[in-house]
């Protein structure tokens, strides 16, 4: 299970820093991944650690954003810097262990860039 919290309203060029905190896995043990679902758009995944914090990031978030994960508190964390209209979306995070990624979604987190 994962609760995702953090999102809002910003201007063009602001920060946001998003938090999923997860239950019922194995959380040091597993790859995180941030993933994001614009309107009318698939969900994509955006940027994920690994158990060993080996981070890997999509073109278009690459610079931008950063994510981090705190295996005591099972949480892990999405810094967004110099955000963009672009990135308005509905924010979840995943696990994958095994080479699978959960079937189990968040809520999410509204993020909603306009000037």
């Known amino acids: 299970q994962f609760v995702e919290s953090g999102g809002g309203s910003v201007q063009p060029g602001g920060s946001l820093r998003l938090s999923c905190v997860a239950s019922g896995i194995i959380f040091s043990d597993s790859l995180i991944g941030w993933y994001r679902q614009a309107p009318g758009k698939e969900r994509e995944l955006i940027a994920a650690i690994s158990a060993i914090n080996s981070t890997n990031y999509r073109p278009s978030v690459k610079g931008r954003f950063t994510i981090s994960r705190d295996n005591i508190k099972e949480t892990a964390y999405l810094q967004m810097r110099s955000l963009e209209p672009e990135d308005t979306a509905v924010y979840y995070c995943?696990?994958?262990?095994?080479?699978?990624?959960?079937?189990?979604w968040g809520q999410g987190t509204q993020v909603t860039v306009s000037g």
């Open positions: 995943n696990s994958k262990r095994d080479g699978m990624w959960s079937n189990v």
